[in-house]
């Protein structure tokens, strides 16, 4: 399973970006699939996911700024994000958690990370 990232860039405070995950090969089902980020000497944190079922799971940072929504017929996952602040750069990773067939167990997969940088 590959999981292809766009949408990265430079935005200045307060603009809006969207980014766009699409996750193509061995696909039955996708359950969880999302957003983490990992700014520079920190941790690696979720910023949002999005279940099979449309239930969502955001970040209290993000909350009310940031959208996240899949089109599960494509296997894409997107986040909208709006009023960016300068902390919110870091490398955007996405992260899908996939059944490859109906007897097997879920894996985890993770694309290759895209930059998000807020100028002030």
């Known amino acids: 399973v590959q999981l292809q990232a766009s949408g990265s860039g430079l935005v200045q405070a307060g603009g809006s970006l969207r980014l766009a995950c699409a996750a193509s090969?061995?696909?039955?089902?996708?359950?969880?699939m999302g957003w983490y980020r990992q700014a520079p000497a920190k941790q690696r944190e979720l910023v949002a996911i999005?279940?099979?079922?449309?239930?969502?799971n955001l970040a209290d940072s993000v909350k009310g700024r940031f959208t996240v929504s899949r089109d599960n017929a494509k296997n894409t996952v997107y986040l909208q994000m709006s009023s960016l602040k300068q902390e919110d750069t870091a490398i955007y990773y996405c992260?899908?958690?996939?059944?490859?067939?109906?007897?097997?167990?879920?894996?985890?997969?993770w694309g290759q990370g895209t930059q998000v940088t807020v100028s002030s």
């Open positions: 090969g061995h696909i039955f089902r996708i359950n969880d």
């Open positions: 999005m279940t099979s079922g449309g239930s969502t």
């Open positions: 992260n899908a958690k996939v059944v490859g067939s109906w007897f097997e167990s879920e894996r985890d997969y």
